[in-house]
């Protein structure tokens, strides 16, 4: 028996929960064996894994992260044009000072440039954000450059039997 398998009298217990369809984790944990020693013995005994369900899950996982992503992006923007918005909107400005440390307010009818500062700052911070997390669809803009030159191409060659037919009515009258 090679070094680091499971026992010899447990291989008929290990062959079982496999045929169960339990994975390597599975297995460990109901034997209680390290996954190593797990994939280990398997390799001995000439068992493998069925890793599509591993790779379906991974998949899962993936496409889950990527919706989430996609969904702080989108409040990233929702952030950003909140701040924008509050630019140009009544606020109050307070602080608390002196040596009574008084309480002192004003309204102002929108943002102080100072908070305008903020604002902007909140909403460039919002928008970098929401691009490294959903960057834009990039376009090279090769399509449109083709469709053009193909509706060029055929403008031309419409033009050149125009003209070539125009000659060939020049040409018939003449003779």
Known sequence: MPGGTIGSERFDE???LHAQGLGRNAIAREMGFAPVMVSRT???LGLTFDRSQIQAAADARRADVEERRSILAERFV???EDCLDRIYQPATVYSFGGKDNTYEEHEFDEAPVAERVKFLTGAAIAVDKSL???P???SSGLDAAKSMLGSL???LTAFSRA???REQQ???DEG
């Open 14 to 16: 290990f062959r079982e």
């Open 42 to 44: 398997a390799e001995h």
């Open 78 to 80: 929702t952030i950003a």
């Open 132 to 134: 490294k997390l959903a």
């Open 136 to 138: 834009p669809q990039e």
């Open 153 to 155: 191409g055929e403008a």
């Open 163 to 165: 003209e070539d037919e």
């Open 170 to 172: 020049s040409e018939g």
